[in-house]
Nanobody, 126 residues
């Protein structure tokens, strides 16, 4: 059985930090693009950031650029999301995803990814 499990969510105050981790089992993802999406309460799922295999080129949504950092650990089959300077608008369920995206794929689209975690909730209080 192939699945992904996110950990590290929780409640944090304005300006605080959290580190989310996502472990894949049943499938090696070192050749996959890995990404984080989030779904704020009452809103649609949105792209947060992605990291390509190999050189690890990253891409971020404008709303998190400079505050969030994606990294990957291919040996452990994991991806991480370091979130700093958190704001109340970062409150959401966060999902990790993986997919075998081509060079020209739109990495901000959910349909690019075929393996998803069940999500972990992040709440930022003011």
């Amino acid at each position: 059985q192939v699945n992904r499990v996110e950990t590290g969510g929780g409640l944090v105050q304005l300006g605080g930090s959290l580190r989310l981790s996502c472990a894949a089992s049943g499938r090696r993802v070192e050749n996959n693009v890995m990404a984080w999406f989030r779904q704020p309460p009452g809103k649609e799922r949105e792209f947060v950031g992605s990291i390509r295999p190999g050189g690890g080129v990253t891409k971020y949504a404008d709303s998190v650029k400079g505050r969030f950092t994606i990294s990957r650990d291919n040996a452990e089959n994991m991806v991480h999301l370091q979130m700093d300077t958190l704001r109340p608008e970062d409150t959401a369920a966060y999902y990790c995803a993986a997919g075998q995206a081509s060079y020209f794929a739109d990495l901000t689209r959910s349909s690019t990814y075929d393996l998803w975690g069940q999500g972990t909730r992040v709440t930022v209080s003011s």
